[in-house]
T-cell receptor, first 113, second 115 residues
Framework: EDQVTQSPEALRLQEGESSSLNCSYTVSGLRGLFWYRQDPGKGPEFLFTLYSAGEEKEKERLKATLTKKESFLHITAPKPEDSATYLCAVQAMGSGNTGKLIFGQGTTLQVKP | DTAVSQTPKYLVTQMGNDKSIKCEQNLGHDTMYWYKQDSKKFLKIMFSYNNKELIINETVPNRFSPKSPDKAHLNLHINSLELGDSAVYFC??????????????FGPGTRLTVL
């Protein structure tokens, strides 16, 4: 069964303290891995798509990497405005053209000033 | 210039009532989705429509009935509401046809509370 597990569930950082979020996946052929950011009371906001092992993408203080079993979201020198829940999702080859995403349970990040 | 919009934002109702949530996207996408997010923030797909055709129908009680009048709109009707239906419901859209990969764009969510 296709599955996505994120760790840790919650993370508290001091402003400027870099860290990484983990997304482990088990899928019958990976079509794509997606990272989203969700602020309280809002819908998930798309951040990155990664397609193949070794791929990396960056946006401001965020950098996403992908291996054959997991993805990391690295946060460099975070600021309080980076506080949010970060969601990881995978699309399996077996999903065909349905676009079906399987989400992890998310990591809630709190950055203190 | 809202990309994916949902109405209403909040919905509070009594057990046993019937309610509907509406969704519209102006991104020109061919596929729309309904997700349910529980209290632990776990996001799970319920339905998906591609060009008005149902293509994903997860294990959801048949009290939930989606309808897509056109590819820019996807509505969700819920009959005989139960306490366990309380959650945040998100609509999303993406371009699947003629696209190898798809990024889904989400609406702001509808928080449903069943009393």
């Amino acid at each position: 069964e296709d599955q996505v597990t994120q760790s840790p569930e919650a993370l508290r950082l001091q402003e400027g303290e870099s860290s990484s979020l983990n997304c482990s996946y088990t899928v019958s052929g990976l079509r794509g891995l997606f990272w989203y950011r969700q602020d309280p009371g809002k819908g998930p906001e798309f951040l990155f798509t990664l397609y193949s092992a070794g791929e990396e993408k960056e946006k401001e203080r965020l950098k996403a990497t992908l291996t054959k079993k997991e993805s990391f979201l690295h946060i460099t020198a975070p600021k309080p405005e980076d506080s949010a829940t970060y969601l990881c999702a995978v699309q399996a080859m077996g999903s065909g053209n349905t676009g079906k995403l399987i989400f992890g349970q998310g990591t809630t990040l709190q950055v203190k000033p | 210039d809202t990309a994916v919009s949902q109405t209403p934002k909040y919905l509070v109702t009594q057990m046993g009532n019937d309610k509907s949530i509406k969704c519209e996207q102006n991104l020109g996408h061919d596929t729309m989705y309904w997700y349910k997010q529980d209290s632990k923030k776990f996001l799970k797909i319920m339905f998906s429509y591609n060009n008005k055709e149902l293509i994903i129908n997860e294990t959801v009680p048949n009290r939930f009935s989606p309808k897509s009048p056109d590819k820019a709109h996807l509505n969700l009707h819920i009959n005989s509401l139960e306490l366990g239906d309380s959650a945040v419901y998100f609509c999303a859209s993406s371009q699947v046809g003629r696209s190898t990969y798809n990024e889904q764009f989400f609406g702001p969510g509808t928080r449903l509370t069943v009393l």
